[in-house]
């Protein structure tokens, strides 16, 4: 039996996510089977995997995150301003600040409309930005905040940090030459993080800019990754590195403006959000 999906691809700084209004998919529709389907860029739309966007009872909208590979993530920073463009501009809502539930918890959206009245940009309060506890050797848990590890590339400053999922931000001299599809998936499956993590590489260039590449959980390599770029500002704000006020992280896709509130540890993350083009597919079973 054949079944039409109607999608819209849009993309945060390169970081690209099918989006469907979840009310109209089929009651049986399996959302990680269908992630792993329409996210092949051979066989299907392309993508870092599906976002289904819905009411909410807690908020204004939810939002649910397939990765490419059919698993399921917390939160994701380009996905949240992107599903702010998509219930605007769409006419969902005439509201420029919206509340949106995600698993992380709820998110406050801030979206400043273009000069044609779409949305070209959104600001996401992420929520807070600490330390995270990873597994020890002795099977124990506490915060790993700028301690050394060397996976062959020599001594590397790391810092784990929770922004509603799991990073490990690693230090680097040059994240242009860091062996991110080696050390990424390694670190990734690290027995410290029994359910996984998102592993950054951060340059820092100076007080307000770094330079950060990304091997996402569940999706490899991306162009770009919100949380991982709040959890990079975050980090780096920790270990002295950078101000904690607005921090240009630096990404493959673009760049984002972060700031961190030490006292309040709250993070606040602007960029842009893109339409791609809208379709529908034939999904067959």
Same mark, same amino acid.
């Given at each position: ?5 109607? =999608? @819209? ?16 998919? &089929? ?14 860029? %051979?066989? *299907?739309? !392309? /993508? ?5 966007? /819905? &009411?909410? #009872? ?5 939002? #649910? ?15 949240? #301003? ?19 539930? @995600? ?8 979206? +400043?409309?273009?000069?044609? !009245? ?20 002795? !099977?124990?848990?506490? &915060?790993?905040? *700028? ?18 999922? &799991?990073?490990?931000?690693? =230090? ?6 860091? %062996? ?12 410290? =993080? ?7 590489? /951060? ?5 307000? +800019? ?31 590195? @950078? ?33 791609? =083009? ?8």
């Amino acid at each position: 039996m054949a079944r039409v999906i109607r =999608f @819209t691809k849009m993309h945060g700084l390169g970081n690209d996510y099918i989006y469907v209004w979840a009310p109209l998919l &089929p009651r049986d529709a399996d959302p990680a089977k269908l992630s792993v389907l329409l996210s092949d860029r %051979h066989t *299907g739309i !392309g /993508a870092d995997g599906l976002i289904l966007i /819905a &009411p909410s #009872r807690k908020a204004d909208f939810s939002m #649910r995150i397939l990765n490419a590979d059919g698993s399921e993530a917390q939160m994701c920073g380009n996905g949240a #301003r992107c599903v702010g463009k998509y219930v605007h501009d769409k006419g969902l809502t005439a509201k420029t600040d919206i509340t949106l539930e @995600t698993l992380s918890g709820i998110k406050y959206l801030t979206l +400043h409309p273009g000069a044609d !009245g779409k949305i070209s940009s959104v600001t996401v309060g992420m929520g807070a930005g600490v330390p995270l506890d990873v597994v020890r050797g002795d !099977g124990q848990k506490s &915060p790993w905040i *700028g301690e050394t590890i060397d996976i062959g590339e020599g001594p590397t400053v790391c810092t784990a940090i929770d922004m509603g999922n &799991p990073h490990l931000v690693m =230090f680097v001299t040059d994240a242009e030459e860091a %062996h991110v599809s080696g050390i990424g998936p390694l670190m990734e499956r690290s027995p410290m =993080f029994p359910g996984g993590a998102n592993i950054e590489f /951060a340059q820092v260039m100076d007080r307000r +800019h770094i330079r950060m590449r990304v091997w996402e959980r569940g999706s490899g390599i991306t162009r770009a990754c919100g949380t991982g770029a709040c959890a990079t500002a975050v980090a780096s704000a920790m270990q002295g590195y @950078t101000d904690p006020g607005d921090c240009q992280i630096i990404m493959d896709g673009g760049t984002l403006a972060v700031s961190w509130d030490p006292v309040s540890r709250e993070v606040l993350m602007t960029g842009p959000a893109t339409l791609v =083009f809208e379709g529908k597919i034939e999904i067959c079973e």
